[in-house]
Nanobody, 114 residues
Framework: QVQLVESGGGLVQAGGSLRLSCVAS?????MGWYRQAPGKQRDFVAR???????QYADSVKGRFAISRDNAKNTVYLQMNSLKAEDTGVYFC???????????WGQGTLVTVSS
């Protein structure tokens, strides 16, 4: 059974930083993060592949950085210069190949106070 376990969420003041981690129960080509603000849809934040290709949502470029430790099946999201609009539940996402099944973690709450 595939498991994605997130950690690192919490309450932080605007301008602060947090680092999220997601440990997978296996190896995935594509791992990343989505977030869901209260009352809104789940949106893409960032992704990274095992060949170090990365993508970011425009809203987080220059502030967030995604990285992977493939030996540990772990993906990280370093979030700097946090804004109130970054508040939401952050979900770890993984898939073994492009177009394959999506796997999701249970989510970790990030709250940015203004």
């Amino acid at each position: 059974q595939v498991q994605l376990v997130e950690s690192g969420g919490g309450l932080v003041q605007a301008g602060g930083s947090l680092r999220l981690s997601c440990v997978a129960s296996g190896n995935f080509f594509d791992m990343g993060w989505y977030r869901q603000a209260p009352g809104k849809q789940r949106d893409f934040v960032a992704r990274a592949t095992t060949v170090n290709s990365t993508q970011y949502a425009d809203s987080v470029k220059g502030r967030f950085a995604i990285s992977r430790d493939n030996a540990k099946n772990t993906v990280y999201l370093q979030m700097n210069s946090l804004k109130a609009e970054d508040t939401g539940v952050y979900f770890c996402h993984a898939r073994r190949a492009a177009g394959s099944r999506d796997y999701w973690g249970q989510g970790t709450l990030v709250t940015v106070s203004s």
